[in-house]
């Protein structure tokens, strides 16, 4: 079992910057590849970003792709998505979330319906 809880979400300008952080707990944290969706207002959950158990490996969407890192601690048991050059339509609550069996290489293609284990979200909004 994995509890995730992400923070750092809030009001910045277009144009700024923010960085996301996800607890999880759980020993087998570093077995998994984690990732972070997004949903806005009236629009499906969507894909951001994946990085595989090792941090190796990182999988962006192409809407945030050169503005977007993903990282994570598995010592401390984090993972982070640090995001730079946000536009509005950045606006969503950000969900982090991980699955027992697929590759971070498949968060792309599965998108949310692979997950698990989901956190309960954190708002970013982006003013214009």
């Known amino acids: 079992q994995v509890q995730l809880v992400e923070s750092g979400g809030g009001l910045v300008q277009a144009g700024g910057s923010l960085r996301l952080s996800c607890a999880a707990s759980?020993?087998?944290?570093?077995?998994?590849?984690m990732g972070w969706f997004r949903q806005a207002p009236g629009k499906e959950r969507e894909f951001v970003a994946a990085?595989?158990?090792?941090?190796?490996?990182?999988y962006y969407a192409d809407s945030v792709k050169g503005r977007v890192t993903i990282s994570r601690d598995n010592a401390k048991n984090t993972v982070s998505l640090q995001m730079n050059s946000l536009k509005p339509e950045d606006t969503a609550v950000y969900y982090c979330?991980?699955?027992?069996?697929?590759?971070?290489?498949?968060?792309?293609?599965?998108?949310?319906?692979?997950?698990?284990?989901w956190g309960k979200g954190t708002l970013v909004t982006v003013s214009s």
């Open positions: 759980g020993r087998t944290f570093g077995r998994f590849a």
């Open positions: 990085i595989s158990w090792s941090g190796g490996r990182t």
């Open positions: 979330a991980t699955s027992r069996d697929l590759p971070g290489a498949s968060f792309v293609s599965v998108g949310s319906r692979g997950m698990d284990y």
